[in-house]
């Protein structure tokens, strides 16, 4: 054989890369061989279309893989274009060509994080990861003479004449043995290869084949990308497989988002919305992102520039032919192609849940059950920002019918002398619904949210008001439930409650801010209330926080009494005969309008012994 060349300087540092390993996902060298046969096919075919001398059958063309063990060896084998000794010396030797000339750009720039490489194809040399030597034989159309090109890397590579009938490449990587960390063996298996190609490979266009143990050829991609299809011509059933397949998902998703955009940026993406939450998906582990292809060829899994945290539950793929391939992540989520696809896509995605919102309430409301709490997040996260963008895809339960509304239902709903969009906290649907203060809100005839879930006030404190309308807790600070007549007969029985009102207060003033008549009960006694600010739901949730002994954040306290209910007037009895009894009264009260509201007691065998002692009392 001829004596061995060196490659260039920068090819030469490409191929340290390759050989040294520094890039952990070795899995892809098959991907860029396979995708340089495809293009050789796809270079052969355009050229019979150029020169009538050239007479082939497109459906001819194919890539052969084969894994020989005993050797060590994988082959490629195309029958396209081929390569001549020039082509080898100038495409093999040197790094003139697309993936691989992005490499080079990010050298001159000086880009140091080179862990990323491969996807971006690095191309031919990515065979040196996994191969100790590489030999290529070629034969080009229309030539007479076959050539091999033969490389172990660092001594640079040798070409000479070889024998190849047929016009194509071969390729063939001698497998670098085990070393500690690194199990090169697992590419000889055949299964690897196999499942390598159906990851990696599946949307190549022409076949790519396999020797079945039979002897038979199998082919092992799919060759069409669904999501290159015209939509009319994709069936659900045919999404809905796609989507299990790919994304490993046991049920249909929610909605299926197929999308084809042409202008200044073009791309195909297909998305999926999932109808349950995967096992992981509120934890660290998870993470989002699309896949992302250029032509078909697949460039990497999950892109997480292309969604926003708030809609990070949405699975599926982008395929642009205008994406920059750079090798730099960085570079990557500056790419301002791949900015506007995402805004295109969070827009489309929006539309889509609306869609499903009022054409498949059901589907919806279990899409919501999974990801709501999502939604929510991001409406928290960004301080507001995404209102526009989430705040009608939000649901709450009510007192309407108990289900989930809109707050646009909600707002439709609204009386004419309605201003603010109420709401409570509470455990469950039941419990808000039977908390004092719901009753007579809903009498008026009054809609209530009901939040159930830990982050809904921080929600509503975060967004503020829908349509103009704030929202208004029913248990905090004051509510404007009353005419006129209300008002003035609770103002006459609150002063003729003055005593007991200012001694209750007196023996509650560790514990509450005032002790008042209520404008919001109906039927019961007692309840209590916070003061704008810091509401019981929020001390709730905050004391569960690790620091939460240091910031001691307590909602300030109200205690209400009923004006219509006969308590106050046994209270008044009490304080002007029994005042004794004034003290152990006050704390029941206080502890079981705490027990009401879902808060702890302080003491619950002084209350149980209180209790106790009260009914002892009873004539
Ligand atoms: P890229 O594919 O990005 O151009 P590569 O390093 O993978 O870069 O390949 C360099 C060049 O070598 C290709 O552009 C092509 O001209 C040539 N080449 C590689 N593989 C084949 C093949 N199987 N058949 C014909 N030409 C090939």
Same mark, same amino acid.
Request: proline residues 2%.
């Given at each position: 054989?001829?004596?061995?060349?060196?490659?260039?300087?920068?090819?030469?540092?490409?191929?340290?890369?390759?050989?040294?390993?520094?890039?952990?996902?070795?899995?892809?060298?098959?991907?860029?061989?396979?995708?340089?046969?495809?293009?050789?096919?796809?270079?052969?075919?355009?050229?019979?279309?150029?020169?009538?001398?050239?007479?082939?059958?497109?459906? &001819?063309?194919?890539?052969?893989?084969?894994?020989?063990?005993?050797?060590?060896?994988?082959?490629?084998?195309?029958?396209?274009?081929?390569?001549?000794?020039?082509?080898?010396?100038?495409?093999?030797?040197?790094?003139?060509?697309?993936?691989?000339?992005?490499?080079?750009?990010?050298?001159?720039?000086?880009?140091?994080?080179?862990?990323?490489?491969? $996807?971006?194809?690095?191309?031919?040399?990515?065979?040196?990861?996994?191969?100790?030597?590489?030999?290529?034989?070629?034969?080009?159309?229309?030539?007479?003479?076959?050539?091999?090109?033969?490389?172990?890397?660092?001594?640079?590579?040798?070409?000479?004449?070889?024998?190849?009938?047929?016009?194509?490449?071969?390729?063939?990587?001698?497998?670098?043995?085990?070393?500690?960390?690194?199990?090169?063996?697992?590419?000889?298996?055949?299964?690897?290869?196999?499942?390598?190609?159906? $990851?990696?490979?599946?949307?190549?266009?022409?076949?790519?084949?396999?020797?079945?143990?039979?002897?038979?050829?199998?082919?092992?991609?799919?060759?069409?990308?669904?999501?290159?299809?015209?939509?009319?011509?994709?069936?659900?059933?045919?999404?809905?497989?796609?989507?299990?397949?790919?994304?490993?998902?046991?049920?249909?998703?929610?909605?299926?988002?197929?999308?084809?955009?042409?202008?200044?940026?073009?791309?195909?993406?297909?998305?999926?919305?999932?109808?349950?939450?995967?096992?992981?998906?509120?934890?660290?582990?998870?993470?989002?992102?699309?896949?992302?292809?250029?032509?078909?060829?697949?460039?990497?899994?999950?892109?997480?520039? @292309?969604?926003?945290?708030?809609?990070?539950?949405?699975?599926?793929?982008?395929?642009?032919?205008?994406?920059?391939?750079?090798?730099?992540?960085?570079?990557?989520?500056?790419?301002?192609?791949?900015?506007?696809?995402?805004?295109?896509?969070?827009?489309?995605?929006?539309?889509?849940?609306?869609?499903?919102?009022?054409?498949?309430?059901?589907?919806?409301?279990?899409?919501?059950?999974?990801?709501?709490?999502?939604?929510?997040?991001? @409406?928290?996260?960004?301080?507001?920002?995404?209102?526009?963008?989430?705040?009608?895809?939000? @649901?709450?339960?009510?007192?309407?019918?108990?289900?989930?509304?809109?707050?646009?239902?909600?707002?439709?709903?609204?009386?004419?002398? &309605?201003?603010?969009?109420?709401?409570?906290?509470?455990?469950?649907?039941?419990?808000?619904?039977?908390?004092?203060?719901?009753?007579?809100?809903?009498?008026?005839?009054?809609?209530?949210?009901?939040?159930?879930?830990?982050?809904? #006030?921080?929600?509503?404190?975060?967004?503020?008001?829908? &349509?103009?309308?704030?929202?208004?807790?029913?248990?905090?600070?004051?509510?404007?439930?009353?005419?006129?007549?209300?008002?003035?007969?609770?103002?006459?029985?609150?002063?003729?409650?003055?005593?007991?009102?200012?001694?209750?207060? #007196?023996?509650?003033?560790?514990?509450? #801010?005032?002790?008042?008549?209520?404008?919001?009960?109906?039927?019961?006694?007692?309840?209590?209330?916070?003061?704008?600010?810091?509401?019981?739901?929020?001390?709730?949730?905050?004391?569960?926080? *690790?620091?939460?002994?240091?910031?001691?954040?307590?909602?300030?306290?109200?205690?209400?009494?009923?004006?219509?209910? *006969?308590?106050?007037?046994?209270?008044?009895?009490?304080?002007?005969?029994?005042?004794?009894?004034?003290?152990?009264?006050?704390?029941?009260?206080?502890?079981?309008?705490?027990?009401?509201?879902?808060?702890?007691?302080?003491? *619950?065998?002084?209350?149980?012994?209180?209790?106790?002692?009260?009914?002892?009392?009873?004539?």
């Amino acid at each position: 054989m001829a004596a061995n060349k060196p490659f260039k300087a920068e090819s030469q540092r490409l191929l340290d890369l390759m050989i040294n390993s520094i890039y952990t996902n070795k899995d892809i060298f098959l991907r860029e061989l396979i995708s340089n046969a495809s293009d050789a096919c796809d270079k052969l075919y355009f050229a019979s279309l150029e020169d009538e001398s050239i007479q082939i059958d497109r459906t &001819q063309l194919h890539i052969e893989v084969s894994v020989d063990k005993e050797a060590r060896t994988i082959t490629i084998k195309d029958n396209g274009i081929g390569m001549d000794l020039s082509d080898m010396e100038d495409n093999l030797g040197t790094i003139a060509k697309s993936g691989s000339l992005a490499f080079k750009q990010a050298l001159e720039k000086g880009v140091e994080d080179v862990d990323i490489i491969g $996807q971006f194809g690095v191309g031919f040399y990515s065979a040196f990861m996994v191969s100790d030597k590489v030999t290529v034989i070629s034969k080009k159309i229309n030539a007479n003479q076959a050539f091999i090109f033969e490389s172990s890397g660092v001594d640079g590579y040798v070409v000479d004449e070889a024998d190849k009938e047929d016009v194509g490449t071969i390729i063939t990587c001698h497998i670098k043995e085990n070393i500690e960390d690194e199990d090169y063996d697992r590419f000889l298996e055949e299964y690897t290869i196999r499942s390598l190609i159906k $990851q990696y490979s599946d949307y190549i266009r022409y076949p790519i084949k396999m020797k079945k143990e039979e002897g038979e050829m199998e082919t092992l991609n799919s060759m069409i990308p669904l999501w290159k299809r015209s939509k009319s011509d994709v069936t659900m059933d045919e999404y809905h497989s796609f989507y299990k397949d790919k994304f490993y998902d046991f049920e249909d998703p929610a909605k299926v988002i197929h999308m084809n955009v042409e202008g200044t940026l073009s791309f195909t993406s297909l998305l999926f919305i999932p109808k349950k939450a995967p096992f992981n998906f509120y934890s660290n582990e998870f993470e989002k992102g699309l896949q992302l292809y250029s032509k078909g060829v697949f460039i990497m899994d999950k892109a997480k520039d @292309l969604l926003g945290d708030h809609f990070r539950f949405v699975r599926g793929l982008v395929d642009s032919p205008d994406l920059n391939l750079n090798i730099s992540r960085e570079i990557l989520q500056q790419d301002r192609q791949l900015k506007s696809i995402a805004q295109r896509l969070e827009k489309k995605i929006k539309s889509e849940l609306i869609s499903l919102l009022t054409s498949d309430r059901e589907t919806y409301e279990t899409f919501y059950t999974a990801f709501g709490n999502q939604l929510k997040y991001g @409406l928290y996260q960004s301080y507001g920002m995404n209102k526009e963008l989430l705040i009608d895809l939000i @649901l709450f339960y009510s007192s309407y019918e108990k289900k989930f509304v809109t707050l646009a239902e909600y707002v439709a709903r609204m009386k004419d002398d &309605q201003k603010e969009i109420y709401f409570v906290s509470a455990k469950s649907v039941d419990q808000a619904d039977r908390l004092p203060a719901s009753e007579r809100v809903k009498d008026k005839g009054f809609e209530i949210l009901y939040l159930v879930d830990d982050i809904d #006030e921080f929600v509503l404190q975060m967004v503020r008001d829908y &349509q103009d309308k704030p929202f208004k807790s029913i248990n905090q600070g004051d509510l404007d439930l009353n005419d006129e007549n209300e008002k003035e007969a609770i103002k006459d029985a609150t002063e003729k409650s003055k005593d007991v009102l200012e001694a209750l207060k #007196e023996k509650l003033k560790d514990k509450v #801010e005032d002790v008042r008549l209520s404008t919001r009960l109906k039927t019961h006694p007692v309840c209590l209330v916070s003061t704008d600010g810091v509401s019981f739901e929020m001390e709730k949730v905050l004391s569960q926080m *690790p620091d939460a002994k240091d910031q001691n954040i307590k909602a300030k306290r109200i205690l209400e009494l009923n004006p219509e209910h *006969p308590l106050l007037q046994t209270l008044n009895r009490l304080n002007e005969s029994q005042s004794e009894l004034l003290d152990d009264v006050a704390s029941v009260l206080y502890d079981q309008a705490c027990l009401i509201e879902g808060l702890p007691i302080e003491d *619950p065998v002084g209350f149980a012994l209180k209790l106790s002692n009260l009914l002892t009392q009873v004539h």
